[in-house]
């Protein structure tokens, strides 16, 4: 079963210049000057369920982008793409409730509270039965080798042990497709190695 598919995918960006100094700040606010940037070029690409596939490339070379279309947070500028049968940007709750994201750069915990209850919150947004509920978290409790962590506030973590219940929290629903963005930016070599074997 095709999970992702993408026809002639393109996003470009357009962004303001302005050349340095004083008196080019003063002209731009009547003449702005803009140029256009494509970070996804005709892209054509196919996923079958159960593929891991990973986006290798410079800084700028279009791979967050990709991974923000595929879940509806930015729209193409123009092309075809289907995930799961659903166009993304329509924010279907019943496409949104079959994926996850994981982006280095952004948290989905909430620093206030223990993840116990960060768990609990997710569980509720999701409508996960009890039952189930407590199963995957005894589940991926012992994957992560997380059980001393969940009962203290997210913010007294490590960066390490935050990202392990990151993973946790976006697992938590059981979702069919799991976009990683960096997932493991800012640890340590030997977080980075655990988050990659888990």
């Known amino acids: 079963m095709t999970v992702i598919e993408t026809r002639n995918l393109t996003k470009t960006y357009r962004r303001f210049k302005k050349p340095e100094g004083l008196k080019e700040s003063f002209r731009c606010l009547w003449k702005r000057e803009y140029e256009e940037k494509t970070a996804v070029s005709r892209l054509d690409f196919s996923m079958e369920e159960g593929e891991i596939t990973g986006l290798i490339g410079p800084n700028g070379a279009g791979k967050t982008t990709l991974t923000k279309m595929l879940t509806g947070i930015i729209a193409p500028t123009s092309g075809d793409i289907q995930v ?52 995957t978290k005894a589940y991926f409790t012992e994957l992560f080798g997380v059980r001393d962590l969940m009962d203290v506030q997210v913010r007294t973590l490590s960066l390490g042990e935050r990202m392990k219940l990151e993973l946790m929290t976006v697992l938590i629903h059981n979702p069919k497709i799991l976009f990683m963005d960096e997932p493991t930016l800012g640890l340590d070599a030997i977080a980075s190695k655990q988050i990659r074997n888990l």
């Open 84 to 135: 799961l049968g659903y166009y993304p940007n329509d924010l279907k709750n019943e496409l949104k409730q079959q994926y996850a994201v994981v982006m280095g750069q952004k948290s989905q915990l909430f620093f206030e509270l223990t993840a116990n209850d960060t768990l609990r919150l997710f569980k509720e947004i999701y409508g996960i039965e009890e039952k189930e509920f407590e199963e």
